[in-house]
């Protein structure tokens, strides 16, 4: 009862701040100088063909009337059209962010599965060769710039080792000749569903890279996070019990100590989550992977605020329900923690 009143308590909060966003994000892009109406009618447009784009999006109505209105659009799924390119932003979403949601999933999980083992074995040997090594590549990972890092791969693996493709999410050949059925929008779940596997290897070498690049800053966060409270678990008297019983020192590890270990870890990964959403898109310009960041990055060169605010709102919306995930998760992990 009391995890369910808590529920309803956090999902209101979450709704304000949506609302809170949505104000912020909206009455910005409405006082920016810009002109809306004349980017919707295209180069050297009349004042009324101005005039008549000002009456179609509503731009001529109160702000207060203007926001209204775009609300009532988003709780019907209608998140408004692209003053750029004419098209319902939802439908863009629809086509752009699956693409980022794959690279930061496949990003997450480089994350997790090198992070958590690197930190725990880290911890575990304090002082050591690998320990150092270790920090010093956690120290790296939060520090080098993405954009950097994946200018130097591309030239490593694909200018002169020739092994990864350079950029985009696959060959123009698999495009033509073997195309994904899309079903999800992610390339690899889609290929795999439907045994085309020749775009499945191309989807993931070309994901590769990329991946790798969006993963270092989660990647580093993790082994920090994960080496800490392994060094602060390991001196708890219940693994020294452990020890004298006789149990082997992996099963210590990755069973007793990371299972106490784990909690802040988790918290890390899913704020680097979200983080990743909107770090994306240094990442997507450099490897022309067409998702979310790129999308937005046209948007704000072309000054197209209904996609600013849409996309500002979707990543919101992520942050604030991953953060609710995470408390309880962390409530159901270890009993200790209270809601």
């Not at 629809?94 to 949601?101: E, H």
């Not at 439907?194 to 989807?203: E, L, M, P």
């Not at 990743?276 to 937005?296: D, K, M, N, R």
């Amino acid at each position: 009862m009391y995890r369910l009143e808590y529920i309803i308590r956090r999902l209101i909060m979450a709704i304000a701040v949506l609302i809170s966003v949505s104000i912020v994000t909206f009455f910005i892009a409405r006082v920016v100088p810009s002109d809306p109406a004349a980017a919707w009618v295209g180069s050297h447009p009349t004042e009324e063909q101005v005039a008549q784009a000002r009456e179609t999006l509503g731009l001529d109505r109160p702000l207060y009337e203007q926001y209204f209105r775009y609300m009532q659009g988003v709780l019907h799924g209608d998140l408004g059209k692209s003053v750029k390119t004419h098209q319902p932003i939802s439908t863009d979403l629809k086509t752009f962010f699956p693409a980022t949601l794959e690279l930061v999933l496949v990003s997450m999980l480089i994350a997790i599965v090198f992070g958590i083992p690197l930190g725990v074995f880290s911890g575990a040997g304090k002082g050591s060769l690998l320990d150092h090594t270790t920090r010093l590549l956690a120290i790296a990972g939060v520090s080098i710039p993405t954009f950097w890092l994946g200018l130097i791969l591309q030239l490593i693996f694909f200018g002169r080792l020739g092994f990864l493709p350079l950029n985009g999410r696959i060959s123009t050949e698999i495009a033509l000749y073997d195309p994904i059925s899309q079903m999800t929008g992610f390339y690899l779940i889609d290929s795999a569903i439907t045994g085309n596997w020749v775009a499945f290897k191309d989807a993931l070498l070309h994901i590769i890279l990329p991946a790798f690049t969006l993963a270092t800053y989660p990647l580093g966060l993790t082994i920090r996070m994960t080496r800490s409270t392994m060094i602060e678990v390991l001196n708890e008297k219940y693994i020294l019990a452990a020890r004298v019983a006789g149990i082997s020192e992996r099963a210590i590890l990755f069973i007793l100590a990371l299972k106490n270990a784990i909690i802040p870890t988790i918290t890390v990964l899913g704020l680097s989550f979200v983080y990743s959403l909107t770090g994306a898109i240094l990442v997507e310009v450099v490897f022309s992977w067409p998702g979310l960041g790129t999308y937005v990055t046209n948007a704000v060169l072309s000054i197209d605020f209904p996609v600013i605010v849409s996309v500002t709102l979707l990543v919101t919306v992520f942050y604030v329900f991953i953060n609710l995930f995470l408390d309880l998760a962390q409530a159901m992990i270890d009993p200790r923690v209270t809601l």
